[in-house]
């Protein structure tokens, strides 16, 4: 057993190190957050230097490695800034939905245009009506002739809206069928086409960056080419992704803690209180000790969550658990962090309480914690007669 990387791996590491250093400028974060813009000019840098879509084949602009290189690029990615981070570690979000089930026309249409940081690509399966219940879905795909002729209305969709290049939809294409998730399709839909419309979902809490949308379809026209795998299957297939893009949330919330650990550690070690640095007192050890345990701990499962998928496991006990545990991580280490600066730790300068609020989505995006809890669950206790 393995628990070093290798030596491209590292040296995928220290890329990523020199990007954040080189192109993550504070003042422009901020102005960025401020203004709720998506950082474009640094996530084409990005693309340029091939950390978008890494773990696609080379055929289709990637480097052909795996998703324990995508997760490393991610950690570093909102190790770096939680925000801009995020924004690029899913700026290829549910592309992978076309990378494992679309067809050969569909890769070469759409992977090379994510990987070059020419669109964004997005997932829309959450409803208004159904939240993490995706088991049923009101969004309907009727085929008419050699068109599928798409109406309904999805929520919470990251990427939806101005940079957005197509939707891989979660349809009804069997309203007959019991349980229902059984006539379930994937049908991509370009987000031009006449009937697609996004609007901002407001304000936000945290990722205020990123394009947040709900997308609506009104009699919306695609071709019978468009169904992403096979027909009836969308469920199934959504599924699988869901234990591919967990482990990318899960690094999310690893490399935001690890972002806050490390301005915290900076502080306290520099910081003075009652005549000596803060970072003498044993209640600040005590904290510095249980968040670094809580950021290791997380790791080990974030990256063995990566290492089972690369092995071509599909298991969703552990990819739940690192991204139950990642996430929980990430909320309970930024809140440490804040503490441990004081009023600073309040203050938008000091960038902690950004990592905050931006940590708090990995607890919610992808399945919230309770439904990793029912999916870790399930796969401990079986049926249960």
Aim: with cysteine; glycine share 10%.
């Amino acid at each position: 057993m393995e628990f070093e990387l290798n030596k491209e791996q590292k040296g995928i590491q220290k890329a990523v190190r020199d990007f954040v250093k080189g192109e993550f400028k504070k003042d422009l974060i901020g102005e960025l957050e401020e203004t709720h813009e998506y950082p474009k000019a640094i996530w084409k840098k990005a693309a340029d230097l091939g950390f978008i879509g890494i773990h696609f084949p080379e055929k289709y602009s990637g480097q052909g490695l795996g998703v324990l290189e995508n997760i490393i690029v991610a950690e570093e990615l909102c190790k770096g800034d939680s925000s801009v981070g995020a924004c690029l570690l899913l700026a290829g979000f549910a592309s992978e939905i076309i990378m494992h089930f679309g067809s050969e026309e569909q890769k070469a249409q759409w992977l090379p245009r994510v990987a070059e940081g020419e669109v964004l690509s997005c997932g829309a399966f959450t409803e208004p009506d159904h939240g993490s219940d995706i088991t049923r879905m009101n969004t309907t795909a009727v085929k008419e002739g050699d068109e599928w002729v798409i109406n309904g209305s999805k929520i919470f969709i990251t990427n939806g809206g101005p940079l957005a290049g197509f939707y891989s939809v979660l349809c009804q294409t069997d309203e007959e069928v019991s349980p229902s998730h059984r006539g379930m399709s994937l049908i991509l839909v370009e987000a031009d086409r006449p009937g697609v419309t996004a609007t901002t979902v407001g304000n936000k809490m945290g990722i205020r960056m990123m394009d947040t949308a709900e997308v609506n379809f009104k009699d919306v026209r695609v071709p019978v080419s468009n169904l992403v795998g096979k027909e009836n299957k969308g469920f199934y297939q959504v599924l699988e992704f869901f234990d591919e893009s967990r482990i990318l949330i899960a690094a999310q919330g690893l490399g935001t803690a690890q972002g806050a650990f490390d301005r915290a550690l900076a502080y306290v070690k520099s910081r003075e209180q009652f005549g000596k640095k803060i970072a003498k007192f044993q209640i600040s050890q005590h904290k510095i000790a249980d968040m670094a345990t809580k950021i290791e701990q997380a790791r080990l499962l974030t990256y063995k969550a990566a290492w089972n998928f690369d092995q071509g496991r599909i298991d969703p006990r552990l990819t739940s658990m690192a991204k139950m545990a990642a996430g929980r991580c990430a909320v309970e280490v930024c809140d440490e962090a804040i503490q441990l600066l004081g009023g600073y730790g309040y203050m938008l300068e000091y960038e902690v309480e950004r990592y905050a609020r931006d940590a708090k989505i990995c607890e919610i995006y992808e399945g919230t914690k309770e439904i990793q809890k029912n999916t870790i669950a399930s796969a401990m206790l079986g049926k249960i007669k």
